[in-house]
């Protein structure tokens, strides 16, 4: 209870020090002037620190935003140069790849050629020993039938079937190289009732049938939204029936 009667009392001292104070200074108009005088200058001392540590702020602030923008500017710097190297280094990946793969392709179709034209030379070989084994069994009896050992009718037949089976191997062989065989693999037969050998699907082709697809897959649905307005109607008019 002590305590609280001192600070009472101790608050009612300072107001009446206050009071005598404004009393004084109300009957001294020169003290009352310095006074004022004093506060204004304190008031604007402290408007004016208070306005120069803002602006302090702000201009902190704003140094500060413009440090983040600078390194925000850089690092995109970096970050395209990062990226054109790295579509560089890409792009001649991917050059070296179409240059390795076009490298294989025509080394392939070389190989392929080749295989080809040596099948066609052995062939071409084929029938030229067939031709050799002919004139060697036909010249030694042309001379015994000149000697007279074998008819004539027996040469003439045997021959006949010489040739005929030359001619006749010959044939063969042209046509089924000329229609049959295809023309990239020499063992390989092409069957013209099956279309020939299949292609490759091009771009064109798989295009047209996304997009058929997509067609068909559009009017399956009007269809069905067709359908089920259909039979919401019917629906609606049995009920209000």
């Known amino acids: 209870m002590s305590l609280d009667k001192n600070i009472q009392d101790t608050l009612r001292l300072q107001d009446i020090e206050l009071a005598n104070a404004m009393t004084a200074l109300r009957n001294n108009p020169a003290q009352l002037s310095q006074f004022i005088a004093q506060q204004k200058g304190a008031l604007y001392s402290t408007v004016t620190k208070e306005h120069s540590d803002n602006f302090e702020k702000?201009?902190?602030?704003?140094?500060?935003?413009?440090?983040?923008?600078?390194?925000?500017?850089?690092?995109?710097?970096?970050?395209?140069?990062?990226?054109?190297?790295?579509?560089?280094?890409?792009?001649?990946?991917?050059?070296?790849?179409?240059?390795?793969?076009?490298?294989?392709?025509?080394?392939k179709r070389q190989f392929e050629i080749n295989e080809w034209t040596a099948g066609n030379k052995r062939d071409?070989?084929?029938?030229?020993?067939?031709?050799?084994?002919?004139?060697?069994?036909?010249?030694?009896?042309?001379?015994?039938?000149?000697?007279?050992?074998?008819?004539?009718?027996?040469f003439s037949t045997i021959?006949?079937?010489?040739?005929?089976?030359?001619?006749?191997?010959?044939?063969?062989?042209?046509q089924y190289t000329d229609k049959s065989r295809d023309l990239r693999f020499w063992n390989r037969r092409r069957f013209q009732q099956y279309g020939g050998p299949p292609t490759a699907p091009t771009c064109e082709s798989i295009q047209g049938l996304y997009s058929s697809s997509l067609a068909a897959t559009a009017s399956m649905a009007e269809q069905a939204g067709a359908a089920a307005q259909s039979v919401a109607s019917k629906a609606k008019d049995a009920l209000s029936s």
Request: overall charge neutral; charged content about 15%.
């Open 58 to 107: 702000v201009y902190g602030d704003l140094v500060r935003s413009g440090d983040t923008v600078k390194n925000i500017s850089y690092y995109h710097v970096r970050n395209k140069d990062l990226d054109n190297t790295q579509e560089s280094v890409f792009s001649n990946a991917r050059a070296a790849a179409d240059a390795a793969t076009y490298d294989s392709q025509i080394a």
């Open 159 to 174: 021959s006949f079937l010489i040739l005929l089976a030359l001619v006749l191997t010959f044939v063969v062989r042209y």
């Open 124 to 154: 071409t070989l084929f029938f030229m020993q067939l031709l050799f084994i002919a004139l060697t069994i036909t010249a030694p009896m042309l001379y015994l039938t000149r000697a007279g050992v074998i008819p004539m009718s027996v």
